[in-house]
């Protein structure tokens, strides 16, 4: 999935993978191959790939010639991309099965990768990240359908994911060159790729669902609409963001420290927040997004971000992990939900990056952090009122 950037219930059954038909031939997945273990490998390299190649693209298209507003509009492009292949292949997979989309989204990513050591001006950079931002949108709602089906659980999922994160952060700070941090994200990708063989479709329920649901859009409008919202004040910050970092004082070492802290806090907190009301978790997440966007404006001193990084790693736990929970529980069409959900997310991956590049161009990152706790604010009102789901199975 398209990343927060700095940017998961209660049982976690360990099931062995059936036997499964393939043409003539019976394939028998590994003893130890459980779905719990393959889903959790698949998650933590996928991210780690993502986050290997993300932390410090805004600085590597600076270096291509891009002002604040490209950095920005770069950003956009992966966003567009990533919410029309979320989108349609969630939709696709409740439909056809989820295997097939699963690998064809891996692979796409993993190739996706070397494309940006094509990049020379800022135009190609933004090409070779929309292709980065389709394949992810492939593969990314169609997996936690697949996984919610399986596990009947989220968050220990995504946590994994934040895990990942937290790799390719730390591998980020050790490699030297943009070019090694690109190549090492296309193979950790493509390891991804090969372990999905290792899993196999139980059931293909083959449900019928409208080109444009807006059935589901409608009951949980309130839900989309203030994920929307805060991650489009979230975008336009983390648009900017090690540029910000850079700007008071930060290193590139610091950079990644502050993205460690977020992550290993979102580690431990997504595991912990899907035990209790998802809509209370919500709400929670929203408002405390709000607060760490203005202290991010106050802050004059780059190891000041550390602490709010900690409370942000709760916040976004509470937020996402709430969310898609609420989500799952209330309705059977998992894939085309969780799509619902990413292309809310990529929605504002496009609009939050302009408001990014475009208020700091013309004011100052200060400016922007109090416009995106402005939005995160107005995403905490529209979410009042919000009740417990009622689980409805297949």
């Known amino acids: 999935m398209v990343r927060q950037a700095h940017h998961e219930r209660e049982y976690f059954p360990s099931l062995t993978l059936p036997r499964y038909n393939v043409g003539m031939r019976r394939f028998t997945p590994p003893a130890w191959a459980s779905i719990p273990l393959c889903l959790a490998a698949i998650n933590l390299l996928s991210n780690c790939a993502v986050e290997t190649s993300n932390v410090f693209i805004a600085l590597y298209a600076q270096e291509k010639g891009a002002t604040n507003f490209e950095v920005g509009l770069i950003a956009a492009a992966s966003g567009i ?211 760490i966007f203005v202290a991010y404006g106050l802050a004059n001193q780059y190891w000041q971000l550390i602490p709010i990084q900690l409370v942000l790693a709760f916040a976004y736990s509470s937020m996402f992990v709430g969310a898609l929970s609420y989500l799952l529980r209330r309705h059977p069409e998992y894939g085309t939900t969780s799509g619902l959900m990413n292309s809310a997310n990529a929605l504002s991956g496009v609009f939050g990056p302009f408001i990014g590049g475009g208020v700091s161009q013309a004011w100052n990152y200060a400016t922007l952090m109090y416009v995106g706790a402005g939005i995160t604010l107005l995403s905490s009102l529209t979410a009042r009122g919000l009740k417990v789901p009622k689980t409805t199975e297949k």
Do not use: C
Not at 213 to 242: E, H, T
């Open 81 to 291: 991309a990533f919410l029309v292949s979320s989108l349609l292949f969630g939709r696709l997979s409740d439909i056809h099965g989820r295997m097939n989309y699963i690998r064809i989204g891996l692979g796409l990513t993993a190739v996706s990768y070397l494309t940006q050591l094509l990049a020379q001006t800022p135009m190609t950079l933004l090409a070779a990240r929309a292709f980065i931002g389709f394949g992810l949108g492939i593969n990314s709602s169609v997996i936690m359908a697949y996984t919610y089906e399986n596990q009947k659980q989220i968050g220990s999922f995504i946590s994994y994911g934040a895990l990942g994160w937290l790799i390719g952060a730390v591998t980020a700070l050790i490699l030297k060159s943009y070019n090694e941090l690109f190549i090492v994200s296309a193979s950790t990708a493509f390891v991804a790729f090969l372990i999905s063989f290792l899993l196999v479709e139980k059931t293909i329920t083959h449900m019928k669902v409208a080109m444009f649901p807006v059935n589901l859009i409608k009951s949980d409008w309130k839900i989309y609409l203030a994920f929307f919202l805060r991650q489009m004040g979230g975008n336009a910050i983390w648009a900017i963001w090690p540029l910000y970092q850079a700007g008071i004082g930060a290193t590139k070492l610091w950079i990644a420290l502050v993205e460690v802290t977020n992550m290993v806090g979102q580690i431990v907190f997504m595991r912990i927040v899907e035990r209790f009301n998802p809509a209370r978790m919500f709400q929670i997440g929203l408002l405390l997004s709000a607060g």
